[in-house]
């Protein structure tokens, strides 16, 4: 129901960068040996220079000695209170990439994330602070008081810390609640944390006292990440459901579905809320009431119509909100799919995936979702590539795909996606026999083969595409040669002048470097049949050596069909 305003994706990914940093200097450090040594040395004498200009310098290269410049730590643990800043933020940063190794610094940086004036400092060290691991008993006090801090990127990154640390910050966090400036971030990062925070249940309730809208929702979406194990809070939360501000009463609702059947005591006010509430509350209760009565068919069949209504509400978020509701509540992708089928053309872009993951689940029931998604320009690709993953089943999308290619403004990969999905309706897809036809004379070789690989599929319904196939024959290039031969001996089995052509062409095409073209290649040979033995047996069991798995399936079916699975004498 909420977006995370936290920045952990960023830390993390700023984590795995140091390590990446960290191996590449253990391994440069081992091939200098004492050489590396004595250039660490060295820059320990720089730490202590007058101009800061070299201290920074010599900081900045010890930083990139990473572990190996362990021996400096105790240096640059006194740099912490230097005169400068720009001397201390550099040495926070020094400490934090020699990681474990620095871990005796970790009350200096502790001390410097509470009492250092400067905030690139006090960022720093908090970094820091989590790349050398320091004892939580040590940190914990200065990443709490962090959490009250001027600056919000020294708050951000004291949160980003604590829900890394994970469990062993959840009593830091709760005594952090107590505090009315770090209520609302205390609260963020146990929502963070979700069911590991069942021993903050208590205090969160408590919190719940706070008259600031905005911390009462967060403390709520606490809450609710906790689920189950956060029941004792239910009697407080459901007060809430009162509440003048609709952010607030929402978010009462929703906790209070998440703790499922253990807030059963809370049915009554949930039944009056969605009676007498405005706006979502209603829609939310309906869900809360699901979850909390799992086997109460009314409350089911009442939360699916207004959740089903919410699918196509204006604001995203709700739409959003709203699929992952029903999904909580089991309903099937088969289900859900024909309610995105009124609403997918209109839908917020960003939820374009959440559909499509949706119908590609739903199996031939989210065919008319996908047909109405056709008419949408950014949703025609992601449609086309589910219905060829659904194949023939979806053969009632066959015209809107054979319309689409019509399509103006349909860019080189979405063609091809819509054409590959006609070729995985196999004959079912004949009436697109003419535009795939004309397909062959695109410009791009990207759109050429597929077309000529979907006439093929399409098999002898699509003969009348045989001329321009053989044309095909000439081209330059090879893979739309391999294409056009596979597309001949589909259309045209009983033609033996065609086969005759296109044979020599398949077995060329078995060296070809696309693994897709040479098993193309092979499947076509193995339709052939036993006429094609005389001049494709040698090949093929080449084939059966390919690199590629799927080749060498391919090779060994087709020795089959040509009557040659034997091996040779």
Not at 260 to 283: E, H, I, W, Y
Not at 355 to 384: H, N, Q, T, W, Y
Not at 437 to 461: D, M, Q, S
Not at 464 to 487: E, H, I, M
Request: proline letters at 7%.
């Amino acid at each position: 129901m909420r977006k995370s305003v936290s920045a952990r994706a960023m830390a993390i990914a700023r984590s795995k960068g140091v390590w990446a940093i960290w191996f590449l200097v253990i391994v440069v450090a081992s091939a200098r040996g004492a050489i590396g040594q004595e250039s660490i040395a060295a820059l320990r004498n720089a730490l202590s220079a007058d101009d800061e200009r070299a201290r920074v310098a010599a900081i900045d290269k010890l930083a990139g000695f990473g572990p190996a410049a362990k021996d400096a730590v105790d240096d640059l643990a006194v740099l912490l209170t230097d005169k400068s800043e720009r001397v201390r933020a550099h040495a926070a940063y020094a400490l934090g990439m020699i990681g474990l190794a620095a871990k005796s610094a970790g009350p200096a940086l502790a001390k410097a994330v509470v009492d250092d004036p400067d905030v690139h400092v006090r960022r720093e060290a908090v970094e820091a602070i989590e790349t050398v691991q320091v004892d939580i008993q040590i940190a914990g006090p200065a990443l709490a008081k962090a959490l009250q801090d001027d600056e919000p990127g020294v708050r951000i990154a004291a949160l980003d810390v604590l829900t890394d640390i994970g469990a062993p910050a959840v009593p830091i966090l709760s005594k952090a609640l107590e505090n009315e400036a770090t209520r609302y971030w205390a609260a963020l990062a146990l929502g963070e944390l979700g069911p590991v925070s069942k021993p903050a249940a208590d205090a969160l309730a408590k919190a719940l006292d706070d008259n600031r809208p905005q911390v009462q929702n967060e403390v709520l979406i606490a809450l609710a990440h906790v689920g189950p194990e956060a029941a004792s809070a239910a009697p407080a939360v459901a007060k809430l459901l009162t509440s003048d501000d609709a952010s607030v009463h929402d978010a009462a609702a929703y906790a209070l579905g998440r703790m499922g059947p253990a807030a059963a005591d809370s049915t009554d006010a949930l039944r009056t809320a969605m009676k007498n509430g405005k706006g979502m509350l209603p829609t939310i209760c309906a869900y809360a009431l699901a979850r909390i009565e799992p086997n109460n068919k009314q409350a089911l069949e009442k939360a699916d119509k207004l959740l089903t209504s919410a699918i196509r509400h204006e604001d995203p978020s709700v739409q959003s909100a709203a699929l992952r509701a029903l999904r909580e509540l089991n309903r099937t992708p088969a289900e859900l799919a024909p309610q995105l089928a009124d609403c997918i053309v209109d839908c917020d872009p960003s939820l374009l995936r959440e559909m499509m993951d949706i119908l590609a689940a739903s199996g031939d029931a989210g065919v008319p979702a996908l047909i109405e998604a056709l008419k949408r320009p950014e949703s025609r690709g992601p449609a086309a590539l589910v219905l060829a993953q659904i194949g023939p089943e979806a053969k009632a999308a066959v015209g809107p795909l054979t319309n689409t290619l019509a399509a103006k403004d349909l860019g080189t990969e979405v063609r091809r996606e819509v054409i590959l999905a006609l070729a995985a309706m196999g004959p079912d897809a004949s009436s697109a026999t003419s535009a795939l036809t004309k397909e062959l004379e695109n410009p791009e070789p990207r759109v050429r083969a597929p077309a000529a690989y979907a006439l093929g599929r399409i098999g002898p319904a699509a003969r009348a595409a045989l001329p321009k196939l053989r044309g095909g024959l000439d081209s330059q290039d090879d893979v739309d040669r391999v294409a056009s031969a596979y597309a001949i001996v589909h259309v045209a089995p009983g033609d033996a002048d065609a086969v005759q052509v296109a044979v020599p062409v398949l077995i060329h095409g078995l060296t070809n470097p696309l693994a897709p073209a040479r098993r193309g290649a092979a499947d076509a040979l193995g339709h052939v049949g036993k006429s094609a033995r005389r001049l494709a047996e040698g090949p093929l069991r080449d084939a059966v050596n390919d690199p590629d798995a799927s080749v060498r399936a391919a090779a060994r079916d087709a020795l089959t069909k040509i009557g040659a699975a034997e091996p040779a004498k």
